[in-house]
């Protein structure tokens, strides 16, 4: 069965976002993108809250063709345009998307008949309300966080109304030249 796991950079004191969504803040760099584009490239299944798959689907389709494409946006476009999507949304309708499965209601049993077919990862990038939305659900696997040298001291926070504890195991860590920390984590069960 497939893994679900959370995709975030987050800010020292526990934010993914600024106050109004502002992501600003976030370093990445070639050193971050290479590390990263590695661990995607074996994952065949992305998972999307509407607002963050909005702005992936803006600009990844396209991005790899412009003439002045970098070699990560071009790397990225491919996959992005090959990998399978679903989104989590009330909003957007189904017809017409390539690769793409919206969820709108039912979600537990959805992600679990999902969870069942995929492949050993399913990524959730970004997407704090959707992650929000699993993380009561139990559905989150891992947390794989970059943490980014800022306090912002207000925004959107990764964990929100948490009920119970949950206990994680460290799986690695790894230090950038920028300053941002990965800490990649697995939720026991």
Request: include cysteine; charge should be neutral.
């Amino acid at each position: 069965m497939a893994k679900i796991i959370s995709f975030m950079h987050i800010s020292l004191d526990g934010f993914v976002a600024g106050p109004n969504g502002e992501m600003d803040w976030i370093k990445v760099d070639k050193e971050i993108f290479d590390y990263i584009g590695k661990r995607i490239s074996e994952s065949n299944t992305a998972l999307y809250g509407r607002v963050t798959y909005e702005m992936m689907e803006n600009y990844w389709p396209t991005a790899g063709d412009k003439l002045d494409a970098s070699r990560h946006d071009i790397e990225h476009a491919s996959w992005y345009n090959n990998v399978y999507k679903v989104v989590l949304s009330t909003t957007i309708k189904s017809a017409g998307l390539i690769n793409t499965k919206i969820i709108s209601n039912n979600l537990s049993d959805n992600i679990n008949a999902i969870k069942q077919q995929a492949g050993k990862e399913i990524l959730l990038f970004g997407s704090p309300t959707a992650t929000h939305a699993l993380i009561q659900l139990n559905l989150i696997d891992g947390y794989w966080l970059f943490v980014n040298p800022i306090i912002l001291g207000r925004g959107i926070p990764l964990f929100a109304n948490i009920k119970d504890k949950t206990k994680l195991t460290l799986l690695n860590t790894r230090q950038f030249t920028c300053g941002v920390t990965e800490l990649n984590y697995i939720v026991d069960k």
